[in-house]
């Protein structure tokens, strides 16, 4: 069993930053594959970065550059830099962990399907 906390979410204004931290517990941490999800109200949930073992990273285009997702894996926590904020940023955050992924592309590491443990959320509210 994996225990995903996350935290750090907020209300800030448009081109602020935050940053979101989900604490992994769990005999299965490492996982392959960590990554951000959200979702925001009436829509689907999307990925938003993800992270390999090896610290290989993916992004979903919308990033544009604006976040970075990152490990400490002696604190057990994956982190989502979140910077030039913008209102349509707006959403519930969620952490996730797929103990074993089979490929670590963009079309699963960016898949919530594809995964297997999940945070309950954080919530970002960004306005303009």
């Known amino acids: 069993q994996v225990t995903l906390v996350e935290s750090g979410g907020g209300s800030v204004q448009a081109g602020g930053s935050l940053r979101l931290s989900c604490a992994a517990s769990?005999?299965?941490?490492?996982?392959?594959?960590m990554g951000w999800f959200r979702q925001a109200p009436g829509k689907e949930r999307e990925g938003v970065a993800a992270?390999?073992?090896?610290?290989?990273?993916i992004y979903a285009d919308f990033v544009e550059g604006r976040f970075t997702i990152s490990k400490d894996n002696a604190k057990n926590t994956v982190y989502l830099q979140m910077d030039s904020l913008r209102p349509d940023d707006t959403a519930l955050y969620y952490c996730?962990?797929?103990?074993?992924?089979?490929?670590?592309?963009?079309?699963?590491?960016?898949?919530?399907?594809?995964?297997?443990?999940w945070g309950q959320g954080t919530r970002v509210t960004v306005s303009s």
């Open positions: 769990g005999a299965t941490y490492p996982s392959d594959c």
């Open positions: 992270i390999d073992s090896d610290d290989n990273t």
């Open positions: 996730a962990a797929e103990p074993q992924m089979s490929t670590y592309s963009r079309d699963y590491a960016l898949n919530p399907d594809e995964y297997t443990h």
